[in-house]
């Protein structure tokens, strides 16, 4: 489903089957993770929800699809940013009810916002990639999807800080865990906002 302007495709994507797809020009309401506000002017990003089966890596599958579509050295920061350069170019939202799980992908394609990234590729381009490539990691087994999202990885290896609901850790990000929980210093985290140091 091709749309002009829509508050969020993840709006108009919860209430399609799955296997369905939005794509739209602008977002009046677009957010990211936390409630964070995602904007850009008219026509510059691709903008599309995907309505997947729910699937426990799906952030991560969806990721790694995104980063492969972006190429262009696209790289991955945990848990749902694409990194052109080592800045934000663009991101991944999951939102899972019971019965399906509402993938949306916003990449900055010809205007980003100060300190962020643009890819300058054709939507078609890539919107034609991504799609392709989410239908092929949302089925790979999580083992694959792990493999291929620590390829990828801008974070690990790193030293990072991740804020939990206000509570600051520190250290070095080692690894992913089974579930795509982010291993620092030996403790797993499976939600937070990381920031690169």
């Known amino acids: 489903m091709r749309l002009g302007t829509v508050t969020s495709t993840q709006d108009v994507a919860r209430d399609l089957a799955v296997g369905s797809i939005v794509v739209a020009d602008y977002q009046t309401g677009g957010r990211g993770r ?21 699937n426990p890596l799906l952030s991560l599958a969806a990721g790694v699809a995104a980063a492969e579509a972006c190429g262009r050295g696209v790289r991955l920061k945990w848990p749902n940013d694409l990194l052109l350069d080592g800045r934000k170019v663009g991101g991944i939202l999951v939102e899972t009810t019971p019965e399906k799980a509402i993938c949306g992908v916003g ?14 590729l054709p939507r078609e381009e890539v919107f034609g990639r991504l799609s ?10 999580a083992h694959q999807v792990l493999a291929r999202w620590r390829q990828l990885s801008a974070t690990l290896g790193r030293r990072v800080r991740i804020d939990v609901s206000g509570r600051i850790t520190e250290g070095v990000a080692q690894d992913l865990g089974p579930r795509g929980e982010l291993i620092i210093d030996g403790v797993a985290f499976v939600a937070g906002s990381v920031t690169h140091l």
């Open 34 to 54: 936390l409630e964070r506000r995602w904007i850009s002017p008219a026509g510059t990003a691709l903008l599309v929800s995907f309505v997947l089966q729910p």
């Open 132 to 141: 392709e490539r989410i239908s092929q990691w949302v089925a790979m087994p």
């Open 107 to 120: 990449v900055n394609l010809t205007w980003a916002p100060d300190g962020a990234a643009e890819l300058n």
